[in-house]
Nanobody, 124 residues
Framework: QVQLAESGGGLVQAGGSLRLSCAAS????????MGWFRQAPGKEREFVAA????????VISNSVKGRFIISRDNAKNTMYLQMNSLKPEDTAVYYC?????????????????WGQGTQVTVSS
């Protein structure tokens, strides 16, 4: 059983930055690939970024490429999403999740454990 808890969301003006954290329970965090998704009201859950178990490989969605950075600290059982140059269209609930198999399948069905989400609101 894995428990994931996101934090770091909030209200920020366009152009600002936030750093989200995803804290994982258990001693096997470093064995798993992880990802970030987001879901805006009335929209489907959207892939944002993923990182492999070691942190050596990442995948970033085209919609946030060049603005968001995914990273992890296995010693702290924590994954991060640094979000820069935020836009109003980045407003959503952001979720972290554990990947079943690899970081290149971007469907939510490739992820088995999910956090409760953290709200990010970007004002114009």
């Amino acid at each position: 059983q894995v428990q994931l808890a996101e934090s770091g969301g909030g209200l920020v003006q366009a152009g600002g930055s936030l750093r989200l954290s995803c804290a994982a329970s258990g001693r096997t965090f470093s064995n798993y690939d992880m990802g970030w998704f987001r879901q805006a009201p009335g929209k489907e859950r959207e892939f944002v970024a993923a990182i492999n178990w070691s942190g050596g490989n990442t995948v970033i969605s085209n919609s946030v490429k060049g603005r968001f950075i995914i990273s992890r600290d296995n010693a702290k059982n924590t994954m991060y999403l640094q979000m820069n140059s935020l836009k109003p269209e980045d407003t959503a609930v952001y979720y972290c999740a554990r990947a079943r198999s690899g970081i290149y399948r971007q469907s939510p069905s490739n992820y088995d454990y999910w956090g409760q989400g953290t709200q990010v609101t970007v004002s114009s």
